[in-house]
């Protein structure tokens, strides 16, 4: 009976110090996989598909611009144009 006590006792002792190491090691991966998201992150931002994007919206601003001039243009020589008719 003594043995077996002493054997689970070598057990518990064992499974602790196990569930230690590996809290460690949970801990170190949580920091490494934080590394890699922010490295990719990182590596994103400055892919050719993100400066595509920004390029796209770059020249979608523009030409929205544009847009929005030349009915502020066409406003100011026809006033009424655009505004809510009372007809």
Known sequence: MYNRIKRLEELVAGA????????DENEMLKQQVELLGAARGKSASNSAAARELADFKLKVRRRLERICAKIEKAHDLQPGL??????
Do not use: A, H, N, P
């Open 16 to 23: 602790s110090e196990l569930i230690v190491r590996l809290k």
């Open 82 to 87: 655009f505004e809510e008719g009372d007809e």
